[in-house]
């Protein structure tokens, strides 16, 4: 059961993850699936947030990591959770604990320097929060 969830949040954090790629990259302005809620009201805005120095670490686009690392994660979920491999999933537990870390220093900047919001910013970090979770869980 924890693989199969492990799975959809990381295609969910991967499917975010490649909307602020997208949207890094200058491709999109606004999806069309991404709920004017989200990320359009006031107060608000996804887009402007990605062309902030706090969108990329060491000169990466925080979302291009977030690719990796749901693609790693949704992987080994994929893969049945390869209970052989321990090593893998303390590796990701390892990537995971990054992410969320670097996430609370990333809310932080949103709400006290940039002093703005994004709901899709804070999805993609409860999923990393969630993930870390589950992969401890599924280390046993």
Known sequence: MLPAIIVALALAGLIISLY???????????????????????????????????????????SLLGIALYLAVGGWGLAGGIPAARWLIWALIGASALAVALGFYLIYALRRILRTGCPLCYAAHAINAALLVLLILSAG
Request: hydrophobic share 40%; aromatic share 16%; net charge positive.
């Open 20 to 62: 602020f790629t997208f949207a890094y990259y200058g491709r999109v302005k606004k999806a069309r699936w991404v709920p004017q809620s989200l990320c359009a009201r006031e107060g608000s805005n996804c887009v402007a947030v990605v062309q902030t120095p706090y969108a990329r670490v060491f000169g990466v686009p925080n």
